[in-house]
DNA sequence: ACTTCCTAC
């Protein structure tokens, strides 16, 4: 077993802590109690405070400045203040500050306005979807999730308002981080008075200073010319993060969830008191792991284990679970997707176990499909996973993989998002901001062609853009103006001429979230038999519909919900949306309009938005084998779905998801005809007609 | 016979 200190850290301050984690978490965690002064002094203690001059004159004198955070810097919270302190947010400008997540958005824009002393709302707002909490006149500094901003370039495409943009989490490389930064770089050249701060780890430092780097051959007369260099600046800011030794496997492992199990165990014997967060790679693993967990006789015996399971399908009130105090005499132990490397931050970790793989998306471009697949991580996500150890005082990360594979084989940093998915919305947004050269574009991380031709096609095929590739009037921009998927977009326009838009916006707004369904574990049985009591001969969107009717018909009960094992907190979350969208829909000219029952109608609106979905049943097929009319790819029913095991001839799904087979979730049955209705460009007659016989 | 994780006027 070997040793390994976090780079850039000082030597760990030795804590003797035989309380276990919970002491040091109530002694740094409550800030509300202190008062004005106190909250100065605290900012005062932060690491980047040491760094205040020195950031504030690289923003004054370069385009783009570059900070390299460790957790717990303060560089969120603090470097918006100093800006503001040095005169950024006068003469009616603002200062913005963008996340990835909208959680992050409404704690640290409420941290930050309690450590001004402000309300929320006024010197200091944030903005996510549903929620404005901005005042035009009076909001300096504001923060928002980067999707929100890509939002606004649509109405000041050159970000006027603001005089520093700082795009937090960059390393992260989300989709709509990726498309911001490309299209601030493009912002920079007309707006040279405009400042970026780009905050990232420091393994995507470098490749983000060389991307913001605009100032090529020309630096002698860089220096000459007035404003600020072009040549962006590259400042690293300690963390405070304490240290977290790190062992490695000395064999590799055969089997994650074992040697994961046995870790746990062995931790609970030999080491001093304290929580531990085990990485996993999803809901099948960490069940599988907290089984093995409980039935060992050895650690049972001892009585001493606290076993959380923590992943997004989790029902809240579960997930809520894992913040609550460990009981005295007993160590916690979370057993955690990747949730738990940036989305949800535990305190008092002092061990992590790592599995070394995670669930990761990958897109093929060919198939227009999204696999789901099992993967080693990368080195950046070791290190993440490894530091949620030392938040609050040093710790331990068990790796579960060879010091040797470790340094040799883990790649650097994991592949951007870009590169991994289905860019349709991504290239609409573009197309609605002028960008017209979509394969030129100047992307931080460029997509593939194929993946790029493949979006094309299909926004064609969608009637959203033309020959050109130009956006059509109305569609093009009607679908760009809705905050959806592409094909989702369409239905919804669809839906206005079959006088059923009430109807469509309800199944956007339920596609749009997770699952509407309580799913406990244990209870599958039931869950199934609720689901039958909604049931549609025609499909799942068509049960949603059904659902959506109880609900209201309940006066949105949560009680009823509880009953029909249908989840209240998505069913509010179903209405919001949906009320979001029927603003939207006015506004484009939809009449907003029931069908009373056609579910024909419903399903044709699902067809004009989705008929590159349909699929055929393989004749002769036992198994409810599909396969896809475009690209024969071979394809079953979710079990999820309504229609497993009914298997109708002709379907349509919303999406698939591909684990050992490629299962269609979401799935109703159409009329082939539809089709050709639907697309006649996209389904020549005779291709239909070829395969169905 | 099954669900990594996010976001969008």
Redesign the pocket.
């Known amino acids: 077993m070997s040793r390994f200190w976090k780079p850039g850290t000082e030597k760990p301050v030795l804590v003797d802590d035989e309380e276990g984690g919970v002491l040091f978490y109530s002694s740094l965690s409550s800030s509300s109690r202190y008062g004005h002064a106190s909250i100065e002094k605290q900012r005062q203690r932060l690491p980047v405070y040491k760094y205040r001059t020195s950031i504030l004159y690289l923003v004054e004198n370069h385009a783009t400045t570059v900070i390299v955070g460790e957790t717990g810097s303060g560089k969120t919270t603090q470097i918006p203040q100093y800006l503001k302190e040095a005169g950024w947010a006068e003469g009616g400008r603002m200062i913005a500050c963008t996340q990835?997540?909208?959680?992050a958005v409404q704690s640290v824009a409420s941290r930050v306005s309690e450590e001004m002393g402000v309300k929320l709302g006024e010197e200091v707002g944030y903005t996510?979807?549903f929620e404005?909490i901005t005042n035009a006149d009076v909001t300096r500094i504001k923060f928002l999730?980067d999707?929100?901003l890509l939002?606004e370039m649509?109405d000041d495409p050159l970000l006027s308002k603001y005089s520093v943009i700082m795009v937090d989490e960059a390393h992260e490389r989300s989709l709509?981080t990726d498309i911001l930064l490309g299209l601030l770089k493009k912002i920079q050249r007309r707006r040279p008075e405009l400042r970026l701060v780009i905050s990232s780890a420091t393994i995507e430092a470098e490749s983000m200073a060389s991307f913001f780097n605009n100032s090529r051959k020309r630096q002698e007369r860089d220096t000459e010319e007035l404003g600020p260099k072009k040549e962006p600046a590259i400042l690293s800011v300690e963390g405070r993060g304490f240290n977290v030794q790190t062992f490695y496997s000395e064999e590799p492992v055969p089997d994650y969830i074992r040697a994961a199990v046995s870790t746990v165990s062995s931790i609970h014997d030999e080491e001093p008191m304290g929580d531990i967060l085990v990485f996993l790679t999803?809901?099948?693993d960490i069940e599988a792991a907290i089984q093995m967990l409980t039935e060992d006789s050895e650690v049972t015996r001892k009585q001493g284990l606290f076993v959380l399971p923590l992943?997004?399908?989790l029902p809240r009130s579960d997930q809520d679970l894992v913040f609550s105090p460990t009981p005295r005499g007993k160590r916690k132990v979370v057993i955690s997707?990747?949730?738990a490397e940036t989305?949800l931050t535990l305190e008092g970790i002092a061990y992590v176990v790592d599995c070394g793989f995670?669930?990761?998306?990958f897109y093929n471009p060919m198939t227009d499909i999204e696999n789901?697949v099992v993967a080693p991580i990368s080195k950046a996500s070791a290190r993440q996973r490894a530091g949620r150890a030392g938040r609050l005082r040093p710790g331990k990360c068990y790796r579960l993989y060879t010091e040797e594979y470790y340094l040799n084989e883990m790649s650097a940093h994991g592949i951007p998002e870009m590169q991994r998915s289905n860019l349709v919305?991504c290239v609409i947004q573009l197309k609605a901001l002028g960008i017209d050269n979509i394969l030129g574009f100047d992307w931080p991380a460029s997509p593939s062609p194929e993946a790029l031709i493949r979006a094309l096609e299909v926004l064609y095929s969608l009637g959203v853009i033309d020959d050109d590739a130009k956006l059509t009037s109305p569609a093009g921009f009607q679908v760009a103006?809705i905050?959806?998927?592409p094909m989702i977009s369409k239905m919804i326009l669809a839906s206005n001429d079959y006088g059923c838009s009430e109807e469509v916006i309800t199944i956007a707004s339920v596609l749009?979230i997770q699952?509407i369904w309580f799913?406990v574990r244990g209870s599958?049985k039931e869950l199934d038999e609720a689901k039958l009591r909604f049931a549609a001969a025609e499909g799942d969107h068509v049960t949603f519909l059904n659902v959506y009717k109880g609900f209201i018909e309940s006066g949105k009960s949560s009680n009823w919900c509880h009953k029909n094992h249908v989840n209240y907190q998505a069913m509010k979350k179903v209405q919001e949306i949906r009320q979001?969208l029927r603003r939207?829909a006015q506004r484009l000219g939809i009449a907003l309009k029931s069908c009373e029952g056609d579910t024909r109608a419903v399903r044709k609106a699902i067809t004009a938005g989705f008929f590159a979905n349909a699929c055929r049943l393989e004749a002769f097929s036992h198994n409810g084998l599909y396969k896809t009319i475009r690209s024969s790819q071979e394809v079953y029913i979710?079990?999820?779905s309504v229609l497993f095991r009914v298997n109708p001839k002709w379907v349509i799904f919303h999406s698939i998801?591909s684990?050992?087979?490629q299962?269609m979730r979401n799935v109703i049955s159409i009329d082939p005809s539809w089709l050709t209705e639907a697309a006649p460009h996209f389904y020549q007659n005779q291709q239909l007609k070829s395969r169905a016989q």
């Open positions: 990835p997540r909208r959680l996510i979807r404005d999730t999707g929100v939002r649509m709509s999803g809901q099948d992943y997004s399908g997707t990747n949730i989305s995670s669930k990761q998306r789901l919305s103006e905050p959806l998927d749009s699952s799913s599958q979001q939207i979710h079990p999820s998801v684990t050992d087979r299962y």
